[in-house]
């Protein structure tokens, strides 16, 4: 049994043009010590799958159904008084922009402590001793004076270590970290990625990585997921996928990367992506695919085995790269 | 912080500087001798002269603004022209009368007011919102003098459960007072709560919405403490600084309120004075209303700064 | 302008609004040709309650409410449309100035207003009728100075705002002298945050107006206003208390009318002033 199972997540949300799916039957499992991607474009619903496990969706227009299963306990009947003592105990969040995910108006000392005395019962002082070696362990140098500080004082690298530092806080089960090297640096990226990686060795924290940048993915990730239109459309350990990418959009995302470019020119993938307010029986990558056949228009493809652990979701998968 | 509570200081001594200025030539603007003025118009000669001396009406304008700093500084205001008491007493009698009002007022102002807005953004869409908007809606536009009038149609005429008006001082019999209290502290501060109320769930709202409550919330706390601590705390500079700019709207209410409710308050105290033209203590109740008004505009700045840490720690440029 | 009222017209408050505006600008201009005479005394019918003849009773004099109620509805109109004027006829030449020639006149102007600020209303107004007697030219006056700062505040914003724009700098540079940029680009961004301001003081201005009369300062008897009506009621009040009714729900309604435009117009003209 695997420390979190997602089983066929279906997650929509009431609007005043109807019901956008975001997250359409998907399954995906994480272990302990795994970092598992899920990439994509903006709107695939990754950040959505992820935000379902610790519940952090509007309650008031979000439709859930499916499973999510924390050490074979199910998350998403629980009450709502029970989820507050998974959030920041057994699930946690590292969100995207570290300039405004802190709040102003208190002390970062204050922010971690927040929620090591919400979750042990700890002494002030217990806390505030726990907070600095927790600043330590997320590389922030000068961690007892960083204590006093606010956020406004921080540079933006050292916010978002800051945030992991709250998030870990607690000695978590499963990390989520929403893009989080989106809103820094190039430079500082590294720094962050390495903390992860640190957590993942020394706390065997099992991570999932939200991210639409391959490049992150290749570098830290175990596994990843790849996500279109709301669907899981491939999934592989990474070192596979970048070897032998099944799905066209996969392969599309990685000739799209600098890296790839020939002669100076950046591939891209022509075409948008479907309205989720609809959801026909065909495939959902056909217009912008250039592999697309009839077939495609006719049913919609299921995931299916090709390696070991790899799975892709297409009628006309490619070959080897 | 230290020096930006001195820069404050120091605008707000500007500002009186110019406002007593104003008010000094205020009265010697008026047509006529200011002697006669000041003496009322049934002075007899003699006394006209001795007020020309007392105040030093004889010698030059700025001589004169002078004396007239020293004696504001020294506590004479003159003699009121109605019974010629001096004023400084007066305005010690009729001052305590009107802050109790104000305070009360505020205080309503507040609970009410600040605890429907977070209501009102907690529950955003429903029901306690539309009711809560409503009230804010109605609170802005009903003259609250009108609002008074019908308070006491209800209370006092036809139910008979409140005074219609009158005063009791707090120190002779505290459950009299209150009871004469209520209804003009609650009319006082209905127009005061509306716009608290309006401004509260908007800041609470846009709190609300931001991304460290969803980070609160990520941390597994209560939701009280989510709304309380975290949007609340950033809700308050909207808040203070509301509650300030409002004081003046307050002020000029509690004129009113003191007008139907009879209460010989401060606000009574200038209305009549204008209207028998008592010029002395016209003067002296403009100058201490002005002087009220800039101090509390610097008590809410601070407030302001002590609340914002970016100003708090940088002792802060703010426009 | 039509996408404009397209939006506008689609909110039902702001819709609400604007009829009561209407209703009340109508009432304050053909009203007082359609009833009768408001100073007409009538010794017989003094503080009657409301009957046909008398749709809102008589007052102590016999004279008509509702004859009196749309002849203040004029008085109201006027203090609330002379003083907006008096506010945007002084307050936008000064913002102007104060903005194009920051480094002489802006903080001296500044510090005027903070001085006009240090004046709550009723003080100020309280003292301009002690100096220059109660009379419907001094609320305007006063009304109209309380809302300098405001008018003064939002033209000098644009000023600074338009100042920074690359088109104005390119505009510069092809010679445009400082009268053109004022009506080219200036004014016309003005427009909107200032209409808006104007929702928002008119209202004040007809409470504001409302006050002094009913203190005594402002409109004297026997010139009806709103204000003057409820002087009249509050005396009488358990004699004839219907006639401190009407004066009020004829200011609520008026006031309410123009909040809630004041609050669809600024969603729709000027979202980003913060409220």
Redesign the interface.
Known sequence: MSLLEITNLTVGFDTEDGLVQAVRDISLTLDEGEILALCGESGCGKSVTAMSV?R?LPPDTTRLSGSVKLDGRELTTLPERD???????DV??V?Q?PM???????TVGYQIT??LR??ERLSRQAAAGRAVELLELVGIPAPRRRMKE?P??LSGGMRQRV?IA??VACSPRVLIADEPTTALDVTIQAGVLDVFRDLRDRLGTAIILITHDLGVVADIADRAVVMYAGRAVEQAPVTELFANPRHPYTLGLMNALPSAAVNGRLAEIPGMVPSPLTDPDECAFQDRCPRVQDDCRAARPSLERHADGHLAACFHPGGKR | MLWFILRRCGSAVIVLFLASVLIFLGIRVLPGDPATVMAGEEASPAVVEAIRHEFGLDKPLPAQYLDYVGQTLTGNFGRSTQDQLPVIDIIAERLPVTLELSLLAMLVAIVVGVGAGIAAAVRRGRLADYVATGFGLAGLSVPHFWLGLLGILLFAVTWRILPASGYVPFTQDPAQNLQRMILPALVLGTGFAAILMRQTRSAMLGALS???V?????????EAKVVGA?AL??SLTTVVTVLGLQLGALISGAVVTEQIFVIPGFGKLTVDAVLTRNYPVIQAVVLITVIGYVLVNLLVDIAYAF????IR?SGGTRD | MTKLWRRFSRRPMPMAGLVLVVAFVLLALIGPLVTGDPAAQDYLATLAPPSGAHPMGTDDLGRDAFARIAHGAQVSLQAGVLSTLLAMVVGIPIGLVAGFYRRWLDPVVMRLVDVTLAFPFLVFAVGLAAIIGPSLKGVVLALGFSQLPAVIRITRGEVLAVREMDYVDAAIADGAGDGHLIFRYVLPNCLNPLIVQATVAIPGAIIGEATLSFLGLGVQPPTPSWGVMLTTAQQYLSDAPWLAIWPGVMIALATLGFNLLGDGLRDVLDPRSAR
Do not use: C
Not at chain 1, 83 to 89: L, S
Not at chain 2, 214 to 222: F, P, V
């Open positions: 610790p952090l989820m507050r003592q998974v959030r920041g105990k946690s969040v969100f922009e405004t995910s802190l709040n102003p108006s208190f927040e929620v919400r979750h606010y406004h004082q945030m709250i998030a | 931001a991304d460290y969803r980070t609160a919330r990520s941390k597994g706390l209560s975290h705390r950033n609340l914002n840490p970016r720690l």
